[in-house]
């Protein structure tokens, strides 16, 4: 079972999108799916058309100590074939405040993503966008780490941070984990968008993927009726860049 | 003096670009105004040439028990007269998990703002996009809270949610605070922006703002100065939209 996490403390860079998206696409390929919500804003959850606030547990269960649910209970289908997801609640925003300086509880999802090795050919993680408890979790948990960077400047000097945070991580994991950067909302027209997409190739080439996710406003449609946009239009050209960039992430010899 | 807390638990809908640009239109109309980042991935702090990795101390001082700094020995300067900023350090990611359940921790800002309140006219909170205790100090610190939300389906889902922190953040309040949603990335060629748009107005007519700040790649040029667009071009159609919203924001029997 392949486990990818999605992540960048930036907010609005497309993690979401990216996480639902290469979910559709893999469902559609034939992939078990499973998608989790580790954001207490819940935009995943809202997505397919569940409800952060209502009670039930989702992911905020496997966290406390007593009589944590099985993994595998949390689990909800969607109107798509192959495609589940465990929904956020918002009660995952009092996690951190909770876990206080607790030891152990990094490691909480890998130990629940053991119980579903055999169900799920795929698990996407998707980040909220704060260093946590929660992205602790998924950074551990992880076999490949994607992080939508926005092609503009000020989300370049956002990425050293990120990437400061994964060189912390990684000394308490016992594999490195590999990441690779994806240029996220990019906007062929503006010279901004042409420069800061060089200057992320000429720093971090041999981790940033060589293709990009165009601007494209039907991910938007595609979110107001609770799609992935590869199920929506696949032809359209997000649907086709995510395409891309899967085809990538599933070549053999990958070297990103 | 006036305290503007911004503030959305969404990703990415234009928080640290309302506050900068807000600022910038205060301060070149001769209002003395601060910034303050509490975001601990530091999009503001970075905006003007700051290093949130840099161990200063900055706001996470202020929540240290001992010898907490005086915040006006953290405020910085910027090239622009009468703009003042106190950047956020990377440090204030372990804040909630500090904290934790002790009591109290809620109104730190609001009683280090009383030191400097003859000092600036305005003060703008930019806040991360989690509930936490950064977020739990601004909307008790401040007297009016700006929500930018983008004009698209799934952001008008996850108001809702911010909406309800707002509700039992006022219980824990003296005096009730007034909201004012400002509607944000608004593209008006596309279908999707009008329809969000016309939903936020049925919805939340008395407290949503009867403008909008329209899509402009020009923000994206500011940012790469680091200057706030009004300064950088006073023209473009970004500026001249948050300038309508500073006039109704500034007006005197403001009703929203
Ligand atoms: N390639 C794209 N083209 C156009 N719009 C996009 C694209 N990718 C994402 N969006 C839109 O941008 C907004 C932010 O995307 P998304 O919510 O996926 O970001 P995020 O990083 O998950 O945000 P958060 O930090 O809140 O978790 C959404 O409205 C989404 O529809
Ligand atoms: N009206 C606008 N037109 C075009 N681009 C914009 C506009 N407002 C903001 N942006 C761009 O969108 C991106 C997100 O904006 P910003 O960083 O201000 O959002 P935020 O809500 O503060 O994000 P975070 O959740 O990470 O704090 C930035 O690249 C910014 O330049
Ligand atoms: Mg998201
Ligand atoms: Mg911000």
Same mark, same amino acid.
């Given at each position: ?129 704060? #260093?946590? =408890? &929660? ?6 948990? /992880?076999?490949?780490?994607? !992080? %939508? +960077?926005? @092609?503009? *400047? ?42 800061? #997409?060089? =200057? &992320? ?6 981790? /940033?993927?060589?293709?990009? !996710? %165009? +601007?494209? @406003?039907? *991910? ?37």
């Amino acid at each position: 079972m392949r486990v990818w996490s999605v992540a960048n403390q930036k907010g609005g860079v497309g993690k979401t999108t990216s996480a639902i998206t290469l979910a559709g696409l893999l469902a559609a390929r034939g992939h078990k799916t499973l998608l989790m919500d580790l954001d207490p804003h819940g935009s995943l959850t809202s997505y397919f058309g569940g409800d952060p606030d209502n009670g039930a547990t989702g992911v905020y269960g496997l966290f406390q100590n007593s009589a944590a649910p099985t993994l595998k209970g949390l689990v909800q289908t969607t109107r798509f074939p192959r495609l589940y997801y465990v929904p956020a609640t918002t009660a995952l925003a009092t996690l951190d405040r909770q876990c206080g300086a607790a030891d152990g509880m990094g490691l909480v999802l890998t130990r629940a993503l053991v119980q579903v090795s055999r169900l799920f050919d795929t698990v996407l993680l998707d980040c909220p966008p704060v #260093l946590g =408890v &929660l992205m602790v979790n998924a950074l551990a948990a /992880c076999d490949r780490l994607l !992080i %939508p +960077v926005q @092609t503009e *400047f000020l989300a370049l000097k956002g990425l050293e941070r990120m990437l400061r945070t994964l060189t912390m991580i990684q000394r308490a994991r016992a594999s490195s984990l590999e990441y690779i950067l994806v240029p996220t909302l990019y906007d062929r027209r503006t010279r901004a968008a042409q420069d800061a #997409l060089r =200057v &992320l190739h000429e720093r971090y080439d041999e981790n /940033c993927w060589n293709g990009e !996710i %165009p +601007v494209d @406003t039907r *991910f938007r449609e595609a979110s107001r009726i609770g799609a992935p946009l590869s199920s929506y239009q696949p032809a359209a050209r997000g649907a086709l860049a995510y395409n891309a960039l899967l085809d990538h992430l599933l070549a053999p010899s990958m070297a990103v």
